[in-house]
T-cell receptor, first 117, second 112 residues
Framework: GNSVTQMEGPVTLSEEAFLTINCTYT??????LFWYVQYPGEGLQLLLK?????DKGSNKGFEATYRKETTSFHLEKGSVQVSDSAVYFC????????????????FGTGTLLAVQP | DGGITQSPKYLFRKEGQNVTLSCEQN?????MYWYRQDPGQGLRLIYY???????QKGDIAEGYSVSREKKESFPLTVTSAQKNPTAFYLC???????????FGNGTRLTVT
């Protein structure tokens, strides 16, 4: 079945360092891919998304490119801030072989990012 | 101010008691979802509903029940049959087509 694998954390960086959080997926059909962020004690917020191969999602300095050839959707940011400290989740839409309308998401296990001043 | 309200934020119950978690939305979204979050396991889908008066089991529905009598509301009942009910529960909604999920702020349930 469909699944998402993302790198285990925690990832600890100094402020202004470069960030990469790896995410790979297994899927049939043509899923959309998402990154969500969860700040302490809160629900998840959509960070960015990509709906087809070679699409690049971007938001708040974060970027991820939908790579079908490597089944990857790695999250990157050029210069992290203390305020970026959170748990990041990679997810894919379980939309089935023909890209149906369900929005069921399959999530990775999450990666905790801790940015130190 | 549109959004998803989950209440209460913290909930404590004794083992053997049923407990109902509330989820209300004013986004006019058709679909609603319940996820469970445990440390190191990410989010797992419990139940979802794509339309009023209809709902489907997710990956871990055993020990849970839901209802969808109104578009705005999708309460989740954690029954005494759920073996490990202590967790963080997240409600989400989505609109038409392939639109992304919107999440509430969650309810942390502790059963002792």
């Amino acid at each position: 079945g469909n699944s998402v694998t993302q790198m285990e954390g925690p990832v600890t960086l100094s402020e202004e360092a470069f960030l990469t959080i790896n995410c790979t997926y297994t899927a049939t059909g043509y899923p959309s891919l998402f990154w969500y962020v969860q700040y302490p004690g809160e629900g998840l917020q959509l960070l960015l998304k990509a709906t087809k191969a070679d699409d690049k999602g971007s938001n708040k300095g974060f970027e991820a490119t939908y790579r079908k050839e490597t089944t990857s959707f790695h999250l990157e940011k050029g210069s992290v801030q203390v305020s970026d400290s959170a748990v990041y989740f990679c997810a894919l839409s379980d939309s089935g072989l023909y890209g149906g309308a369900t929005n069921k998401l399959i999530f990775g296990t999450g990666t905790l990012l801790a940015v130190q001043p | 101010d549109g959004g998803i309200t989950q209440s209460p934020k913290y909930l404590f119950r004794k083992e053997g008691q049923n407990v109902t978690l509330s989820c209300e939305q004013n986004l006019n979204h058709d679909a609603m979802y319940w996820y469970r979050q445990d440390p190191g396991q990410g989010l797992r889908l419990i139940y979802y509903s794509q339309i009023v008066n209809d709902f489907q089991k997710g990956d871990i529905a055993e020990g849970y029940s839901v209802s969808r009598e109104k578009k705005e509301s999708f309460p989740l009942t954690v029954t005494s049959a759920q073996k490990n009910p202590t967790a963080f529960y997240l409600c989400a909604t989505s609109g038409q087509g392939n639109s992304p999920l919107h999440f509430g702020n969650g309810t942390r349930l502790t059963v002792t």
